[in-house]
């Protein structure tokens, strides 16, 4: 079973903030949260990842609890091209032979 | 970054035979990983390519159906074996980022058994 859980799908508005939560509840100590997308018929895409910081990039910000057990991905200004399902990962930094995806969620951004 | 190249880019076979995947990566890896989605589904792991070693392979999958080769550093195939319709899906091949932890994939390799 993966060890992440999220909502199968959401909507956003294009230009308002798209926020994807993900519950990581069992996540051990060296454990990071990673975030991919997969736009319709394409490989899957790195976006961000971090360990108990806050971490902001080009594309997206990531917003971890305290207590780690869940964090949630934001794009800021959704646009169309946005739309994608998106995978949060919990595994460790070097150890990715052992990594699950789970159902990810469905992200919808309607004009 | 690493840029991953993967032949072919669909296919439709015929059952009972086998296909075999390339993946070819711009830069010297250690670990390679192969990845099927079925339709409509998220992606599983398959198994974990090293060079100079035996894969190693999750469960569900054996090597007699999926055998994987990793002759380099920068390539590795999949062969899908005695096709079925049930191995109709998309075929990812990924590296890893040894630093940031950072999965690379391919564009995937779409295969149809009819």
């Known amino acids: 079973d993966a060890k992440t859980t999220q909502p199968p799908s959401m909507d956003c508005a294009e230009g308002r903030a798209a926020n994807l939560p993900c519950n990581h509840s069992?996540?051990?100590?060296?454990?990071?949260v990673y975030w991919y997308r997969q736009i319709h018929s394409q490989g899957p895409q790195y976006i961000i990842h971090?360990?108990?910081n806050n971490e902001t990039n080009e594309m997206a910000s990531l917003i971890i609890t305290e207590d780690r057990k869940s964090s949630t991905l934001i794009l800021p200004h959704a646009t169309l091209r946005d739309t994608a399902v998106y995978y949060c990962i919990a595994c460790s930094q070097t150890s990715y032979d052992k990594v699950i995806f789970g159902p990810g969620t469905s992200l919808s951004v309607i004009p | 970054s690493a840029v991953i190249s993967q032949k072919p880019s669909r296919d439709i076979c015929q059952r009972g035979t086998s296909l075999t995947i390339q993946c070819q990566v711009d830069s010297q890896v250690t670990m390679m990983f192969w990845y099927r989605q079925q339709p409509g589904q998220s992606l599983t792991l398959i198994a974990t390519a090293n060079q100079g070693s035996e894969a190693t392979y999750e469960s569900g999958f054996v090597i007699d159906k999926f055998p994987i080769s990793r002759p380099n550093l920068t390539f590795s195939t999949l062969t899908v074996s005695n096709m079925s319709p049930e191995d109709s899906s998309i075929y990812l091949c990924?590296?890893?980022?040894?630093?940031?932890?950072?999965?690379?994939f391919g564009e995937g390799s779409r295969l149809t058994v009819l």
């Open positions: 990924s590296v890893e980022d040894p630093t940031t932890g950072e999965l690379f």
């Open positions: 971090g360990l108990k």
């Open positions: 069992t996540i051990s100590g060296n454990e990071y």
